[in-house]
């Protein structure tokens, strides 16, 4: 069993910056691919970004490439979510989700077995 928690969210104006971090407890954490996603309000929940268990391989929503950058540090069971250049478009809550499998489709909320709570961020014009 692995529980996420998610932290670092926000309200910021346009064009700045937020990082969000995903702390993970369980002692096989270096052992599970990451994912975030998000849902704005009235919309279906989306996939932002991936990692794999190594930090080997990333993947990210072509609405954020280039934007956001996710990371991780498997010494502090923690994944990153650094987002820069935001936009309205980016209000959301965010989750980040775990699966303990190798990826096969990372993209999709299926792929994930364990889920945080989410974290709210709300980008002003």
């Not at 910056?17 to 929940?45: H, N, V």
């Not at 209000?91 to 364990?114: G, K, L, M, Q, R």
Request: with cysteine; aromatic share 14%; charged share 20%.
């Amino acid at each position: 069993q692995v529980q996420l928690v998610e932290s670092g969210g926000g309200l910021v104006q346009a064009g700045g910056s937020l990082r969000l971090s995903c702390a993970a407890s369980g002692r096989t954490f270096s052992s599970y691919a990451m994912g975030w996603f998000r849902q704005a309000p009235g919309k279906e929940r989306e996939f932002v970004a991936a990692i794999s268990w190594s930090g080997g391989s990333r993947y990210y929503a072509d609405s954020v490439k280039g934007r956001f950058t996710i990371s991780r540090d498997n010494a502090k069971n923690t994944v990153y979510l650094q987002m820069n250049s935001l936009k309205p478009e980016d209000t959301a809550v965010y989750y980040c989700a775990a699966d303990p499998d190798p990826f096969d489709s990372y993209s999709e909320e299926y792929e994930y077995d364990y889920w945080g709570q989410g974290t709210q961020v709300t980008v002003s014009s």
